[in-house]
């Protein structure tokens, strides 16, 4: 089993810059791939970024690409998402989430998630 909680968000202008935070703990998490998603009211949960645990990996969507990046600490056990001008758009809860699974890109390649943090941006 793995744990994931995330923390950082919160209510912030537009322009401004945030980080999120993921905890995991549990067992080990070598071989996994860590993903970052978002979801708004009524829309489908939307990848952002994802980062193998053990190379450290990146790929990001197009939302994300030019304004998110995302880091690990291996000795932490954090994942991290720094998320740079922030717009209005970017309202929305964010989820951490782990994948036994390379290049999983797909919602339903993930097998565990955290409880998410909202984020807001104010125009």
């Known amino acids: 089993q793995v744990r994931l909680v995330e923390s950082g968000g919160g209510l912030v202008q537009a322009g401004d810059s945030l980080r999120l935070a993921c905890q995991a703990s549990g067992r080990t998490l070598v071989g996994y791939t860590m993903g970052w998603f978002r979801q708004t009211p009524g829309k489908e949960r939307d990848l952002l970024a994802t980062i193998t645990w053990s190379g450290g990996s990146t790929f990001y969507a197009d939302s994300a690409k030019g304004r998110f990046i995302t880091t690990r600490d291996l000795d932490k056990k954090m994942v991290y998402l720094q998320m740079n001008n922030l717009k209005p758009d970017d309202t929305a809860v964010y989820y951490c989430?782990?994948?036994?699974?390379?290049?999983?890109?797909?919602?339903?390649?993930?097998?565990?998630w955290g409880q998410g943090t909202q984020v807001t941006v104010s125009a």
């Open positions: 989430a782990a994948s036994t699974g390379g290049s999983a890109r797909a919602v339903d390649q993930y097998d565990y």
